[in-house]
């Protein structure tokens, strides 16, 4: 590895300090397998991340066909060369020995291998016995947020113009779904205000429960670099977990999980209060203000501190470093978007930066940020449930252009009513309604809530899943039909970051055996479907990623996310350009709202909003009665409880979330050895105070239980806020000798063997941040550590406590996943 740090031990590497208004210097990240030295690479490829929501840009090192390595592109606007753990270890993945290499089928209970061709003719042939008995509505598409912008593309023309279906949705939903929504509602449509340059400029970073060190790792290097930099910005945290960011915080707040529109409501009010408004933006460019003002009248910080169980005081000292900030930026993530009043939430940090007019100048933005690598596509793309290009589905003018883009008629295309999230489709495949589920590069298996309940979906003998993945998922074993997916470095696509940077990914190798790109399996399944316009031409006419993306540009050309100014070219050998790319801004747009707000008008918003408590969609008419000549809107929300509460029996609150060595379900960072001994096994994190209560120790092993299931893990004894359990989400049971779920019904490994089937109203982003868990000694560690990592929110409260990087890494070993014929057939135990 370049450089001297481990980069485990020390994930976010060496300082480059710089001052606010400096460019950020560049730092060149390198890894390359043992033995392979720089002069022995034969070629370099371009691509970027798709770990997290970065888009660090990187180049691929190739010997002899195979990855040997990857460095960061200095030239890049996103990472300036850096590279986080994941982005350096991650690729090793690919060369897994239990990739999948040929489709599989169930005969006789049992995945067997077989052809392509007898796969996807089974695929096709039962889409075309559903269309014939039942109808488009049974079937449904649940999608990723690690394709490329090509394949999602392609997938959202097949299902919404060639199946017709309204059930199309992404794992998106667990994750950006909120950021989307909220978006729609203060500016009327999805698309980041701000950009990761703004962190070079801002006097205040606000974090909305957004672990950045964790999440966006490279960014928070930046930051770092920043705080050591000549003036230096003032950090507010909001989460109740002792995380880096809280560390180097100003103020750091730690509410009562759920309560979070209660703390921004009290920090609207301390703004209005004392008159720190922006109010000639205010009036130029907004509606509502009057409405907030009265709903946050009362909302003082005393009020809020009883609810939030945070100190008043601090809660007017972070009202006045926002109040007084030169340049805010303010970003949020999951710890808001998968708590309680999500998308209420989210919109009061929007709120915030529209009554101070902080948006569309250099450091003033907000960044309601992304979880999933390319969740920025499904949203663009219209496989998130919106209609491509940001269209609104309510709109018929809108409908009516999309159909010429697509050369069909409007009746093709649903929309007569919203489109089908996630959760829902579940419900309806529960039902019965839905018969055939595509399931596209996610792991519903692990990552939905209260997973005893998806088991038995998926298990239904009536339910025809087809699962298209890189390995033989918890979700893959439960499938009929499993196609073996190609992924990145072995397809070439475009994907967006949280930013709105377009990156482009070259092929580096071939993908193993059979693989096949996605984009790849989307054409073949579509020609057997031979899906038509209404000239009779071919729906698809696309043959290639390139075509694929001329395609989308035609669809995006005049809409929010315009591409018409990109090409592969363009994107070849330089940085990542930010979309509105276009004729007028051919280098892209830093930033957006800087004259004003663009797309809020009603005859071109994406949405016309809806209640923030109950959800319901606003009318074409109420939009134009509340905003007709397309403002940014403020839009109040009052404080609501959780509908799940500490009780006797379950006395604590549980949050599940995430760590910095691995992405979603641990497919690919599992199998990167770096990756997974510097975070091998699920843990528990209970403060100081109630451990004590409990005679609990670091390492005891114990049973968190909720109303939905259980699980088992090792304490962490830390500094995260009393009351509150963290589990992080990523282990499921793909390592384990059971391979699909706990053995015999008992205690899981899996966090979300405990959530519960609850939604945010707005956003329909499941909630697995409000759980009322009950935690019991098993066994004593008798002096061992919990398999947590040291280096990240989860170190130990007592510090030194625990030497290893990740403690007690060394005792646990990889699993090797059972082999796929092992899988068990639909209806078992």
């Known amino acids: 590895m370049e450089g001297s740090a481990d980069r485990i031990a020390q994930p976010w590497g060496d300082r480059s300090p710089y001052g606010r208004h400096e460019p950020w210097p560049a730092r060149v990240d390198t890894y390359l397998a043992d033995g392979v030295e720089p002069g022995s690479v034969q070629k370099w490829v371009q691509s970027a991340s798709i770990l997290h929501s970065d888009g660090d840009a990187m180049d691929i090192a190739v010997v002899d066909g195979r990855m040997a390595g990857v460095r960061g592109r200095a030239v890049d606007r996103v990472n300036r060369g850096r590279l986080g753990p994941k982005d350096l270890f991650g690729w090793q993945a690919n060369a897994a020995a239990d990739r999948l290499t040929r489709p599989l089928v169930r005969r006789d209970e049992r995945l067997t291998e077989t052809d392509w061709d007898t796969a996807m003719e089974l695929v096709a042939a039962r889409s075309r016995e559903l269309l014939q008995e039942r109808g488009p509505g049974s079937i449904g598409f649940y999608t990723t947020g690690q394709l490329f912008l090509e394949e999602y593309y392609t997938l959202t023309v097949l299902a919404r113009a060639g199946i017709g279906t309204n059930h199309l949705d992404g794992n998106t939903r667990l994750c950006t779904s909120t950021a989307a929504e909220a978006l729609k509602e203060s500016f009327g449509c999805d698309g980041q205000p701000g950009g990761y340059d703004d962190f070079d400029h801002a006097d205040v970073i606000a974090l909305f429960g957004h672990n950045l060190a964790e999440t966006q790792d490279v960014q928070w290097m930046r930051v770092l670099d920043r705080l050591e930099g000549a003036d230096p910005p003032r950090l507010l945290c909001v989460d109740p977990r002792p995380t880096r960011v809280a560390r180097h915080a100003t103020v750091h707040l730690a509410p009562r999980v759920g309560t979070n529109v209660a703390l921004l409501n009290a920090l609207l009010h301390e703004t209005i209060r004392h008159d720190r408004v922006d109010r000639d933006f205010v009036a130029a460019h907004t509606v509502g203000f009057e409405e907030l003002a009265e709903r946050v009248a009362h909302c003082t910080p005393a009020w809020a501190a009883r609810i939030c169980d945070v100190p008043a005081a601090r809660i007017a000292e972070a009202a006045e470093i926002l109040g007084t900030a030169d340049a805010l930026l303010s970003t949020v993530l999951q710890g808001v978007y998968q708590s309680h009043q999500a998308t209420a939430a989210a919109v009061q940090v929007n709120n915030l930066h529209l009554i101070r007019g902080m948006l569309g100048r250099p450091g003033a933005g907000v960044l309601q940020m992304n979880g999933q690598p390319t969740a920025q596509n499904t949203r663009e793309c219209g496989a998130n449930g919106d209609l491509p290009g940001f269209r609104n589905w309510q709109n018929d003018a809108h409908v009516a252009d999309l159909a010429r883009v697509w050369n069909v008629d409007t009746s ?367 066994e004593r560690g008798h002096g061992s550590c919990a398999p947590a990592p040291t280096t990240t929110a989860s170190a130990p409260a007592v510090p030194g406590s625990v030497s290893a990087t990740a403690g007690g890494r060394a005792a646990y070993a990889a699993r090797e996943p059972e082999p796929a014929r092992d899988a068990p057939g639909k209806g078992t135990p």
Not at 488 to 504: I, M, P, S, Y
């Open 412 to 778: 093709t295309i649903p929309h007569y009513a919203p489109p089908t999230h996630a959760m829902q489709m579940v419900r309806y495949a529960e039902q019965g309604s839905i018969r055939m589920l595509w399931i596209t590069g996610t792991n519903p298996a692990v990552s939905l809530p209260e997973l005893a309940r998806i088991r038995s979906v998926l298990r239904q003998e009536r339910l025809f899943t087809v699962v298209q993945d890189l390995y033989l998922t918890e979700t893959a074993r439960l499938a009929d039909v499993v196609l073996p997916a190609a992924t990145w470095g072995e397809k070439t696509g475009t994907l967006t970051n949280a930013d709105r940077t377009v990156h482009l990914s070259e092929k580096a190798v071939e993908p193993p055996g059979e693989a096949r790109s996605d984009l790849d399996i989307f054409l073949d399944y579509a020609r057997r479907m031979d899906f038509r316009d209404k000239d009779g031409e071919p729906l698809i006419g696309w043959r290639d990623p390139q075509a694929a993306f001329e395609a989308w540009q035609r669809c995006s050309a005049g809409r929010p996310c315009d591409y018409t100014g990109l090409s592969y070219d363009r994107l070849r050998g330089g940085s990542g350009i930010q979309w509105p790319c276009t004729e007028q801004a051919p280098e892209g747009t830093e930033r957006l709202y800087t004259d004003g707000i663009s797309w809020a008008h009603p005859d071109v918003c994406e949405s016309y909003g809806k209640d923030l408590e109950t959800g319901a969609t606003s009318s074409a008419v109420e939009y134009r009665c509340l905003n007709p000549v397309g403002k940014a809107v403020i839009k109040a929300a009052a404080y609501v409880p959780p509908h799940e509460m500490p009780s006797e029996r379950y006395p604590f609150q549980l949050s599940t979330g995430r760590t910095l060595y691995h992405f979603h379900t641990r497919t690919k960072t599992g199998r990167a050895p770096q990756l997974d001994r510097a975070a091998p096994e699920v843990w528990v994190e209970v403060c100081g105070a109630d451990a004590s209560r409990l005679d609990l120790g670091e390492g005891d092993l114990v049973e968190v239980s909720t109303a939905r299931g259980s699980l088992r893990a090792r304490v962490r004894v830390t500094d995260i806020r009393p009351g509150l359990l963290f589990v992080p989400f990523h282990y499921g049971y793909w390592d384990t000798k059971e391979g699909y779920g706990p053995d015999s019904d008992g205690p899981g490994r899996a966090a979300n063997e405990t959530t519960v089937t609850d939604w945010d109203p707005a956003s329909k982003q499941p909630l697995f941040k409000t759980a009322a868990a009950a935690v019991t000694l098993v």
